[in-house]
């Protein structure tokens, strides 16, 4: 399942595959498959931009059911209890019977009919304690009773988009925002805060993974940053050559990202530019995994570390 398990820690048991022989099989969807796949009692599901949720039989790679949403899926299928929960960019937040595939309940986040940038779902749900938790880019993180998708709390986030997956353990929830750069712990069953750190702007679109008294966590500063759960302070922090090379022409006196250098005007190729500028600090996007006592990440800057 994505990040290990439902409640998204990012720390897996299983051994994997220790060498590669052949592959098993494969299965074409009709559009990018960018989507984490999930695997529950023999079968395999994962979105894709063709619009569709896949289920395929585990050992032969053959379709079980499709479900078509009104946009792209992006994010990974949550499963518990029989239920499958997936959100699209069609706005929509869907529980499906993960057997058949048929819809039980769906909910609509929030719109955004000027820009189109304040809408859909691109992080995936963490299940904990009859709640289904997700980020949305409408700014707000959601908690739905996962029987029937009523809306238990939600917290908003005043424009900055909440891509990374949640993560749930002893009662909280963890996540981070987008450009305000902000990683809360909150209560899981009300929604109140309980405290938040502020990382200057840089967004992170990595999602958290806790292990022990630590939530790891990537910053598109090119940094990986170990939380301390027990003091609320940051513990230590990884940062990639990238970032100590590229980042200083790229960050303001105050530490917080300088766009006005990376980006010189509106047209497409100066955007398309100053995103590369951005991303030459070695930009964590991806989620960190733990297993045993090694943290695993990648970053733009090609590498994929180890660290200890």
């Known amino acids: ?37 999930a695997v529950a009692n023999g079968v395999v599901y994962f979105g894709s931009e ?38 699209s960019w069609d706005s929509y937040f869907y529980a499906l019977d993960a057997a058949t595939g048929k819809e039980k309940w769906r909910f609509k986040t929030g719109e955004d009919h000027d820009i189109a940038n304040q809408v859909g779902i691109q992080s995936s749900a963490a299940v904990a304690d009859s709640t289904v938790y997700f980020g949305c880019r409408d700014s707000n993180l959601y908690a739905l009773d996962t029987a029937t998708g009523q809306k238990k709390w939600s917290f ?17 929830i963890y996540f981070a925002t987008s450009d305000s750069a902000m990683l809360y712990a909150m209560d899981a069953k009300s929604g109140t805060p309980i405290f938040s750190l502020n990382y200057n702007h840089w967004p992170m679109f990595s999602s958290p993974a806790i292990a022990g008294s630590l939530l790891y966590i990537g910053s598109n500063q090119g940094r990986l ?23 200083p022409a ?49 970053s733009t800057d090609g590498f994929l570390y180890a660290l200890i």
């Open 250 to 298: 790229l960050t303001k006196p105050d530490g917080s990202p300088n766009y006005q250098v990376a980006f010189g005007d509106n047209f497409y190729d100066s955007m398309i530019n100053g995103v590369s500028k951005m991303m030459s600090v070695g930009a964590m996007l991806s989620s960190p995994v733990v297993v045993n006592d090694v943290v695993y990440v990648g």
């Open 225 to 247: 940053l170990a939380i301390d759960l027990s003091s609320q302070k940051l513990a230590w922090t990884f940062e990639t050559d990238a970032s100590r090379q590229n980042g």
């Open 156 to 172: 908003n986030n005043k424009g900055s988009w909440v891509i990374t997956s949640p993560a749930v353990r002893d009662g909280k």
């Open 50 to 87: 063709d619009n569709n949720l896949y289920a395929l039989d585990q050992e032969s790679g053959t379709l079980k059911w499709k479900f078509h949403t009104g946009d792209v899926v992006h994010a990974s299928p949550a499963i518990s209890d029989g239920t499958l929960f997936i959100g």
């Open 1 to 37: 399942m994505f990040r290990g398990n439902a409640q998204h820690t990012g720390v897996y048991q299983a051994a994997g595959a220790p060498k590669f022989t052949r592959v098993k099989w494969k299965f074409h969807s009709n559009g990018r498959v960018m989507s984490s796949p």
